[in-house]
């Protein structure tokens, strides 16, 4: 069955990078983008972007532009974001999501990486 | 951006009792030439990810109990759960995906009464 395994959680300072990871188990790792999407605490769903998994062409929501950068390594079968000059407003868990049908309803989830920004 | 509104912000029904969760878009999410509209509905249980249930408004992911339905068009959307079970406490989010960059609702979270 199809897996999305995330890294753990991260505690970090301002000013510092974070790298989630997103191993794939199950399928065809390079036959279906990976999006990605974030939720701050207690808060809705924000779709952050894609990644073309068979290219590595990213495509970033407005908002994500600039800090965060999406990345594959496709030996081993796993995405990643990874967010720079982080910023109290980053905290969040971040979710790897495959979309198998291509038209970006969503029905794979990974497990979610909260990554926590604080001084 | 298409914006999605979601009523109300939460609701609590008796066990058994009907449960009903509107969306809606701020821009028309069907497209005429293949009469389908682009809406998702999740359900986020606590400290889970989302699990899709619903996708072209009213088509059931494999798996989901029918007591849940999907209906609507255009630019309102319904999520009805016909008769409320405890496994069904949880937040519920509506999606579009007719257009980048893809948004949620702000969510509904129903609860037992």
Redesign the interface.
């Known amino acids: 069955q199809v897996q999305l395994v995330q890294s753990g959680s991260e505690l970090k300072k301002p000013g510092a990078s974070v790298k989630v990871s997103c191993r794939a188990s199950g399928y065809t790792f390079i036959d279906y983008p990976m999006n990605w999407v974030r939720q701050a605490p207690g808060q809705?769903?924000?779709?952050m972007g894609w990644i073309n998994t068979n290219t590595g062409n990213p495509?970033y929501?407005?908002g994500f532009t600039g800090r965060f950068v999406f990345s594959l390594d496709t030996s081993v079968n796993t995405a990643y974001l990874q967010i720079n000059g982080l910023k109290a407003e980053d905290t969040a868990v971040y979710?790897c999501v495959r979309d198998p049908?291509g038209?970006?309803?969503?029905?794979d989830?990974?497990?979610?990486t909260l990554v926590t920004v604080s001084s | 951006d298409i914006v999605m509104t979601q009523s109300p912000d939460s609701l609590a029904v008796s066990l058994g009792e009907r449960a009903t969760i509107n969306c809606k878009s701020s821009q028309n999410i069907l497209l005429k030439s293949n009469n389908k509209n682009y809406l998702a509905w999740y359900q986020q249980k606590a400290g889970q990810p989302p699990k899709l249930l619903i996708y072209w408004a009213s088509t059931r992911e494999s798996g989901v109990p029918d007591r849940l339905s999907g209906s609507g068009s255009g630019t309102d959307f319904t999520l009805t759960i016909s008769s409320l079970q405890a496994e069904d406490v949880a937040i519920y989010y509506c999606q579009q995906y007719y257009r980048a960059p893809f948004t949620f609702g702000p969510g509904t979270k129903v609860n037992i009464k």
């Open positions: 809705g769903l924000e779709w495509t929501a407005q979710y049908s038209w970006y309803y969503f029905d989830w990974g497990q979610g």
